[in-house]
């Protein structure tokens, strides 16, 4: 049976370890966590590594820096500095055995066109995480082009694979779907549902908002993609669910992403 996950601290109120030993016993098999809980604190890697194995979870991905993939494009020590956060961040999950490192090509409505520094840096960041047997997972934000351009350069390697996020597509570039596009690609996924309102990345549950996840289904099943179908929800983006113990939203989690499973792979 596929396994199913979410990502740490969709919801707070619990300490890490409660939160973790909850999310096993309603049986999800993997979890995500950020890249920036650790740049301040590498001993909390190796305690969250120890927690996920003494609760059977995969720790299948860690999503690197977002806050700054624009520089990636720029001149200067500024691009250096947002590379280089990359480059720590495969270097972090080779040492502990993640296998996938999620990447933004871009932010904002207004991202600076790919340039050929910036190109040469992905690059650089793409051999690097071949050598340390790392999958960079490309991420759907606001622009197609970017991830054209990666695909298209890069598509073989065995270092690149594409990260489906179904909320992106749904508030970030309504009418646009990415799977015709690079679904022979995925390598994981972030699922969370919104109301198709722009800019409005709601994270909730899935089947909570708009989004079609008959469609969401039937193209993760014709991909042939066999992996984890990750929740990636925030309880605090949406009123929804306002007065939910983290109890109650865990189970909730939990039905909503077996009843996906269920529909991706008729069990």
């Not at 396994?3 to 973790?20: F, T």
């Not at 650790?38 to 720790?59: C, M, N, Q, V």
């Not at 992996?227 to 189970?251: A, K, Q, W």
């Amino acid at each position: 049976m596929r396994n199913i996950g979410i990502n740490l601290h969709a919801i707070e109120g619990l300490s890490d370890e409660d939160y973790v030993k909850l999310i096993s016993s309603l049986g999800f098999d993997a979890t995500f966590t950020l890249y920036t809980a650790y740049t301040a604190d590498r001993k909390l890697a190796l305690s969250h590594a120890e927690l996920f194995a003494k609760y059977g979870l995969a720790w299948e991905t860690i999503h690197a820096p977002y806050g700054c993939p624009n520089d990636f494009w720029k001149e200067g020590e500024v691009g250096e500095e947002a590379i280089q956060e990359q480059i720590d961040c495969v270097d972090l999950c080779a040492s502990l055995g993640v296998p996938i490192s999620i990447v933004h090509l871009s932010s904002g409505m207004t991202p600076p066109p790919t340039t050929d520094v910036g190109r040469a840096r992905i690059e650089r960041l793409i051999n690097h995480a071949t050598k340390k047997g790392v999958t960079l997972a490309f991420e759907n934000q606001r622009k197609l082009f970017n991830l054209a351009w990666v695909f298209d350069f890069y598509g073989n390697e065995s270092s690149v694979g594409f990260c489906w996020d179904t909320g992106h597509e749904a508030c970030f570039t309504a009418g646009t779907q990415y799977m015709p596009f690079f679904g022979k690609h995925l390598c994981c996924t972030h699922i969370h549902d919104n109301y198709g309102v722009f800019n409005q990345d709601c994270h909730m549950l899935p089947f909570d908002g708009s989004i079609d996840f008959d469609r969401v289904a039937r193209q993760i099943r014709e991909s042939g993609f066999s992996g984890s179908l990750m929740l990636e929800c925030i309880e605090t983006n949406s009123d929804r669910y306002v007065g939910f113990s983290p109890e109650e939203y865990l189970n909730r989690a939990a039905d909503a992403v077996k009843k996906l499973r269920t529909m991706v792979d008729g069990q």
